[in-house]
């Protein structure tokens, strides 16, 4: 096997195992979902929490996905064009992930640092 032919192995098989994350996690989050509902939890809430472990799903999705295309690029087809489409890609990838981060957990990713300490037992929720 040459080294063109594992490359392209491992990134399929980090491909696969993004769509298997994202297949597995919004199955195991919509279960989850329905066990709550069942057990008497408000739809609010419910949806809250659904919402945020399909954001969690996604952002991991993402980010093998960002992983394979990377080792594509580089392992396989370095050139400026392949480069400023991962560029590309690695941008929107990055700005959708951001936005699920804003969506599931109301704040920016590089606020969440400050946001853990201000809620740190003895802070109170005020200083978030």
Do not use: C, K
């Not at 399909?54 to 980010?63: D, I, P, Y």
């Not at 560029?87 to 590089?110: D, K, M, N």
């Amino acid at each position: 096997m040459s080294f063109v032919e594992i490359v392209q192995l491992v990134v399929r098989m980090l491909e696969g195992l993004a769509v298997a994350i994202l297949f597995i996690g919004v199955l195991w989050g919509l279960g989850r979902a329905l066990v709550e509902r069942v057990q008497g939890s408000s739809a609010e809430e419910v949806i809250a929490d659904t919402r945020l472990a399909l954001g969690r799903v996604l952002l991991l999705g993402l980010e093998v996905l960002i992983a394979a295309d990377i080792i594509a690029t580089v392992a396989l087809d370095l050139n400026l064009e392949s480069v400023l489409a991962l560029g590309l890609v690695v941008l929107i990838r990055t700005f959708l992930s951001w936005a699920i981060e804003v969506e599931s957990y109301g704040h920016w990713p590089w606020q969440a640092a400050a946001r853990r300490a201000a809620l740190a037992p003895g802070a109170s929720a005020d200083d978030a």
